[in-house]
């Protein structure tokens, strides 16, 4: 079946350091892969996204290029800020019929200290 | 629109209880999720619909728990009776769709004494 891989937390860094999550994925067909963001007490909501392979997902900052190749979705930033500490998940939707199945990998927390 | 809408926040009750947590997708959504956090097992999936219609529940954890979708716009989670290990955070989610992105609710915190 469907599943993701994340690389294991807590990831701290100091405000300004370079940050990249890793993300594994394996799937059948052509998934499109996400990024999630879970800031505390809250749910999670999209950071980005890509849909085929090479695609580049990007916002805030934060950066995410599809390789198929490699069947990974690494999650990057040039220079982490203290609001940018919250918990990651990586997660592939399949299309399944006229809906779309999302699967969710064990997220990665992410500390930013001054 | 308010987003996805979850009820109660906070949830705390007695072994054997039964719990209801109820959810208000989005107007239009046609996939709606019931997702479980827990610090051991992560983000699992539990069950998922599509224009009303259970299209996978194999993740549901065991038969005291239960999910409905009576209509477009709302949804039931059941657990019959409940135990201290459904202790966890529960996530509605909804989209539109295929490869659509997937909206959380706020989650419903459930403590089991």
């Known amino acids: 079946g469907d599943s993701v891989t994340q690389m294991e937390g807590p990831v701290t860094l100091s405000e300004e350091a370079f940050l990249t999550i890793n993300c594994t994925y394996t799937a059948t067909g052509y998934p499109s892969l996400f990024w999630y963001v879970q800031y505390p007490g809250e749910g999670l909501q999209l950071l980005l996204k890509?849909?085929?392979?090479?695609d580049k997902g990007s916002n805030k900052g934060f950066e995410a290029t599809y390789r198929k190749e490699t069947t990974s979705f690494h999650l990057e930033k040039g220079s982490v800020q203290v609001s940018d500490s919250a918990v990651y998940f990586c997660?592939?939707?399949?299309?399944?019929?006229?809906?779309?199945?999302?699967?969710f990998g064990t997220g990665t927390r992410l500390q930013v200290t001054l | 629109d308010a987003g996805v809408i979850q009820s109660p926040r906070h949830e705390v009750t007695e072994m054997g209880q039964e719990v209801t947590l109820r959810c208000k997708p989005i107007s239009g959504h046609n996939s709606l999720f019931w997702y479980r956090q827990t610090m051991m097992r992560g983000l699992e999936l539990l069950i998922y619909?599509?224009?009303?219609?259970?299209?996978?529940d194999s993740g549901m954890p065991e038969d005291r728990f239960s999910a409905k979708m009576p209509n477009a716009s709302f949804s039931t989670l059941k657990i019959q009776p409940s135990e201290p290990r459904d202790s966890a955070v529960y996530f509605c989610?909804?989209?539109f769709g295929r490869g659509g992105e997937a909206f959380f609710g706020q989650g419903t915190r459930l403590t089991v004494v």
């Open positions: 989610a909804s989209s």
């Open positions: 997660a592939l939707s399949r299309d399944t019929g006229t809906a779309s199945k999302l699967t």
């Open positions: 890509a849909t085929k392979a090479d």
């Open positions: 619909f599509n224009n009303n219609v259970p299209i996978d």
